[in-house]
């Protein structure tokens, strides 16, 4: 539920993220995971920050088979929900106005609304999400362009995930959307079910 929160990925890419994709060793701080993005089947890389690289850690401890979300019940696979957790959560939060049930389109929705917040574009929102395609031929994306693609969005990753945390950077004020540009914001997101 954190790594949904803290990329504003969806449910699926990151449930079926593998080990293989994640490099947490990286030289000169570029740690980073791929995974395949479930929508456009193209490859994307996503920078490992701070509060992600914990998760990244305790998971590698507890590891069982080739999936960083391994399932308890089958033999080498990803959990295919977390419909449990979820429940979980919101029984442990149920005084909640604006999302009284909080899933995973809240989560993606929290980590876009707060980058916008944050003065980010709907454009660069899409990149950092995975919502469009960065570049005009991703089906033979190499690892150095998903490394590539994870460095150019370390910086907003890293603003978003410590906002998220809420730990705002001095040069940033958090502040409310304006009705008018919330509405546009709900449509992009909501396009194609996203």
Avoid: C
Wanted: no cysteine; net charge negative.
């Amino acid at each position: 539920i954190a790594l949904e929160l803290l990329t504003g990925l969806r449910k699926r890419e990151v449930l079926g993220l593998r080990w293989e994709d994640v490099h947490l060793d990286e030289p000169d701080g570029k740690e980073h995971f791929k995974f395949i993005k479930s929508k456009q089947q193209e490859a994307m890389g996503v920078p490992i920050t701070g509060p992600m690289k914990g998760i990244f850690e305790r998971r590698l401890e507890d590891r069982k088979n080739d999936y960083v979300f391994s399932s308890p019940k089958k033999v080498n696979a990803p959990i295919d929900n977390e419909r449990g957790a979820m429940d979980t959560l919101n029984k442990l939060m149920p005084t909640l106005k604006s999302a009284p049930k909080i899933g995973s389109q809240v989560l993606r929705k929290t980590f876009a609304t707060a980058a916008y917040s944050l003065g980010y574009s709907l454009e660069q929102i899409g990149l950092f999400t995975g919502h469009t395609s960065a570049i005009a031929n991703t089906k033979v994306a190499t690892q150095a362009y998903v490394t590539r693609q994870a460095e150019s969005h370390r910086s907003g990753f890293e603003t978003i995930n410590f906002a998220l945390m809420g730990d705002v950077p001095d040069e940033f004020y958090l502040q409310a959307i304006p009705q008018d540009e919330a509405d546009d914001f709900d449509e992009y997101m909501e396009e194609d079910g996203n």
